[in-house]
């Protein structure tokens, strides 16, 4: 497992990665998160795990995890998430002070957050609530949020991030990699350059969060969002989709009068394979 210590020098940040995953990483960008560092295990159970085990042992935020391969994903709502190799398997940890309230923004700015650095490289991404990523209706990318609580305020928190490149996908689901090359996006040809844009992406969703507030994050967000507008069929009848809530609920309109959905309660499925 190589360990990166110093993003800034870029001989060894390459070196490292170059012998995890055989090509080379330069994360010079002043973009990316000041002071982070990188672990890069070949093999591992989970990123997030890996994180809090690191955590344990001593280690200090900001730290990334990023692997070729995971036996144990973990995806939201205790499900699992196949990470065979070909895929981005990456993991931030960052230090935090926020009340065990805000707990659900961490998936809305890490998801525009890494949304918005995609499209910024021509890849027409859009959200899927709550903690999705699309393209042409089908699942690119999955978010799976941590924290710790003491006193009722998070003081540690992680952002998993699996995202297909040229891994094998489900029918529901779309792989990166064979997209940029029939488009002939230029810009992300390599999972390197998907690690820099997603911790690109993480790193302008804390900071704005941070900066704005949750209020900017969720009108961004409702700039990508996929399915605003649509009809939805809910036990309470059939209504539109209107938008979702600071605390990342979907606000859906049935006869002239919003309900609140909690996350988990209910699938919004993908346009195209299921």
Request: charged residues 15%; glycine residues 12%.
């Amino acid at each position: 497992m190589a360990e990166i210590s110093n993003v800034g020098d870029g001989d060894w940040l390459n070196q490292a990665w170059q012998q995890d995953h055989g090509q080379p990483l330069c994360l010079n960008r002043p973009d990316i998160l000041s002071g982070l560092k990188i672990i890069a295990p070949a093999c591992t159970d989970s990123t997030n795990q890996l994180l809090w085990d690191l955590r344990h042992q001593g280690y200090q935020p900001p730290l990334a995890a990023i692997a070729r391969e995971q036996t144990a994903g973990r995806g939201q709502w205790g499900r699992s998430w196949q990470s065979p190799p070909g895929g981005l398997y990456l993991s931030l940890w960052l230090a935090t002070h926020l009340p065990i309230s805000h707990s659900p923004h961490l998936v809305l700015w890490s998801a525009w957050g890494i949304a918005y650095a995609l499209v910024q490289h021509g890849i027409p991404v859009q959200l899927k609530w709550p903690n999705d990523l699309l393209l042409q209706g089908r699942k690119l990318a999955g978010i799976k949020t941590e924290s710790k609580i003491s006193g009722g305020i998070i003081t540690a928190a992680i952002v998993g991030v699996g995202i297909n490149w040229i891994n094998p996908v489900p029918a529901t689901g779309i792989a990166l990699g064979p997209f940029c090359k029939a488009q002939s996006i230029q810009s992300v040809t390599n999972l390197t350059d998907l690690a820099e844009i997603t911790l690109a992406g993480l790193t302008l969703g804390w900071h704005r969060y941070q900066s704005e507030g949750i209020g900017a994050i969720v009108a961004d967000y409702l700039q990508l969002f996929a399915h605003r507008g649509r009809e939805i069929s809910l036990p309470q009848g059939m209504g539109i989709i209107e938008s979702i809530t600071p605390q990342g609920e979907l606000v859906v309109v049935i006869d002239q009068r919003r309900e609140i959905i909690l996350p988990g309660t209910i699938s919004l499925g993908y346009d195209q394979g299921g």
